[in-house]
């Protein structure tokens, strides 16, 4: 058994505290300034500020337009990647989110599981002149969202219920599901239906609409979905409108190599 003193022969004090920068910058998607960050973690400014400059100058880490300090960039989707979901993934999905922007005109995002959250890794803008935009990176809960939906839907029945048994349900508003039972039932009509739905459960008057990409397996490699204000992308549409993501999520699917067999 090593002795502690032995252990701390073999850390490296300045990678242990730019690790410490970065899952901090992980937590605080707004941004922060160095000397926010120094207080923080309790290191001295000028430690935290060459880790910055050094982050920046390797394009892990970029200044906030808005002027409130650091964030880190989307390099770091970029090695999360082939640790979440199949490499080939964005490659296959971003001709057939096209498509689909143009089919549908809203806004379409691709995402995968990542822990306990969904993360975003990219976007095809929407053709009206009114439509929501994120920035790749952006983390989500999985209860509220259609594409977290989605991909929990796909699992395994087994890895679903371990997912489930270690999943907090914040409530957003009064459409948010807040228990395991009604989300498991919420889990199989999606399986069912092939999409998922989210009714505004987080942010009010922006709805959803998603379905998982499989691999050659079956299993969920990520999601794409479109998101709208809710006074275009309708409850009375959701039916023919998330027949068209599953759709094409199936193309993105047989692209990774996935056969489905349908029983007529």
Not at 29 to 55: C, D, F, K, Q, W
Request: with cysteine; aromatic share 8%; charged share 25%.
């Amino acid at each position: 058994m090593s002795s502690p003193s032995s252990e701390n022969r073999y850390q490296v004090p300045g990678l242990d505290r730019a690790l410490s920068v970065i899952e901090l910058l992980n937590e605080h998607p707004e941004g922060l300034l160095v000397n926010e960050m120094a207080e923080l973690l309790n290191l001295p400014t000028n430690s935290v500020y060459r880790i910055m400059h050094t982050l920046e100058r390797r394009a892990y880490a970029r200044k906030n337009p808005n002027g409130s300090g650091y964030v880190l960039s989307e390099k770091f989707l970029s090695l999360a990647t082939p640790v979440a979901g199949d490499p080939g993934f964005l490659e296959n999905a971003l001709p057939v989110m096209r498509r689909l922007r143009d089919l549908t005109r809203e806004t379409v995002l691709a995402g995968v599981l990542l822990e306990d959250r969904g993360v975003v890794l990219e976007q095809v803008p929407g053709s009206h002149n009114f439509c929501f935009k994120v920035n790749p990176g952006l983390r989500f809960y999985l209860h509220c969202a259609a594409p977290g939906k989605a991909m929990l839907a796909a699992l395994p029945l087994d890895e679903r219920e371990k997912f489930l048994s270690n999943m907090d349900f914040p409530r957003f508003n009064d459409r948010t599901i807040t228990s395991q039972k009604d989300f498991s039932e919420e889990l199989n009509k999606s399986r069912d239906l092939g999409y998922s739905v989210d009714h505004a459960e987080e942010i009010e008057g922006q709805h959803c609409i998603g379905a998982a990409v499989l691999d050659r397996r079956g299993y969920p490699v990520g999601s794409i979905w479109i998101t709208g204000p809710s006074v275009r992308l309708e409850e009375k549409d959701f039916h023919r409108i998330g027949s068209q993501i599953r759709d094409h999520a199936d193309q993105i699917s047989h692209a990774l190599g996935y056969v489905s067999f349908k029983v007529a």
